[in-house]
């Protein structure tokens, strides 16, 4: 792996794909007040989220084709102009219905995001080293969610929830200026005739290998989209804290999942891919489960939705890098589309559930718990078939 190629191209798809973290989490600690302002029950501003997350998961069936024909670098910049155009609107929103319009362009553009930060890796790595940079990939990624909280709270507290808006559409420009004059190109076969578009999703999707660890890896993502979109309804309209609390507590499990994806790229020396995964799993039932007993045991507080949420996301840093890199291992000609389906099903899959976790009033941490314990039991019925002997499937 050359190392300095490697962290120049690390930093560019980081800050790239930092457009959508930020946009996802930025605004949690502020979402009683953009309820007061538009006159909406808190809980309702978790269909901004979701109206993110369902462009942002369908726009990268759309970028993953094309840039594999027409190359990634020019896809960068396209859908770095569409965010650039949300993030606008967004600052100028004077009702919900033009936030959900901002919230929605905003998805549209940062897709691209979604697409890049599995597919250039693909484009210049392949086992061991696609395995590590996969994990370098999702180490480097989770300190934008540790930031987006924190500077929201803080934008919120001094300037009113618009200025987040305004940050991301200064911090789009800046990463549009980036990716013209520092990335480089990493499709080798732009120009050259390849596999239509329609040919190459039946393709990857002809692949029980990748069609198996996509299940759990939409799952998991779809878990961690829920939790985040009901934080700042937990911590702030049930228990009442203050914005700038909310965003302290909000980043608490976050490193849990950094710990895991560093953890993943260690174990795969000498650990299999089975074995990875199943101590995923494990760590997503433990961490799921428990926060659905506090629950229903009626206990109430910071602690008891943290530890388990801290728990689940380990379980998904384990999960993550590893069950990508077996995704996206069988298709070197391919990997715009495979990086496309990949995202682009985990962030509809997440943006779904979130829109019906909203729907669902919320007076404890049980829905989101329920929730959580459903997709990890979907992610364990799914990995015990696929990675099951008698499975047949592909060797990773």
Not at 77 to 92: D, H, M, Q, R, T
Not at 154 to 160: K, R, V
Not at 192 to 199: E, I, P
Not at 219 to 234: D, P, S
Request: hydrophobic fraction near 55%; include cysteine; glycine fraction near 12%.
């Amino acid at each position: 792996m050359k190392q300095q190629g490697f962290f120049q191209v690390l930093f560019v798809i980081v800050v790239l794909t930092a457009c959508g973290q930020l946009t996802n989490t930025i605004y949690v600690p502020t979402m009683s007040q953009m309820a007061a302002d538009f006159g909406v029950v808190p809980g309702t501003v978790q269909a901004a989220i979701a109206l993110y997350l369902i462009p942002y998961g369908i726009s990268q069936f759309l970028y993953g084709p094309l840039s594999d024909r027409f190359g990634r670098k020019p896809l960068m910049l396209i859908g770095l102009v569409i965010f650039i155009a949300g993030s606008l609107i967004g600052s100028f929103a004077h009702s919900f219905e033009m936030l959900l319009l901002a919230s929605f362009v905003q998805g549209m553009g940062t897709g691209v995001g979604g697409v890049m930060a599995r597919t250039v890796m693909r484009d210049l790595y392949s086992g061991l080293h696609l395995q590590r940079a996969n994990s370098y990939i999702s180490m480097a990624l989770i300190f934008t969610p540790l930031m987006a909280p924190m500077l929201g709270g803080f934008l919120g507290t001094a300037f009113g929830w618009q200025a987040s808006f305004w940050f991301l559409t200064g911090f789009g420009v800046l990463v549009w200026l980036l990716v013209l004059g520092r990335f480089g190109e990493t499709h080798k076969n732009v120009g050259k005739r390849s596999m239509g578009a329609l040919a190459s999703y039946r393709y990857v999707l002809s692949n029980v290998q990748f069609n198996g660890f996509m299940i759990s890896l939409v799952a998991t993502f779809a878990g961690i989209a829920v939790f985040e979109a009901a934080a700042g309804v937990l911590f702030g309209e049930l228990m009442g804290l203050d914005p700038r609390v909310i965003s302290v507590l909000f980043v608490i499990p976050i490193p849990g999942y950094l710990f895991g994806s560093w953890l993943a790229g260690q174990m795969a020396k000498k650990h299999s891919l089975e074995s990875i995964i199943g101590r995923g799993v494990v760590m997503l039932v433990i961490g799921s489960g428990s926060m659905l007993v506090a629950g229903l045991m009626g206990y109430l507080n910071a602690w008891v939705i943290l530890v388990p949420a801290t728990l689940y996301f380990l379980g998904s840093g384990l999960l993550f890098p590893t069950a990508t890199t077996a995704a996206l291992e069988p298709f070197p000609e391919n990997a715009g589309v495979a990086g496309a389906v990949l995202g682009g099903m985990q962030n509809l899959g997440g943006g779904l559930v979130t829109l019906v976790a909203a729907s669902i009033p919320m007076a404890s941490q049980v829905p989101v718990a329920a929730i959580l314990c459903v997709l990890t039991l979907l992610v364990v019925m799914t990995v015990r078939i696929l990675l099951a002997p008698a499975a047949g499937r592909a060797t990773v």
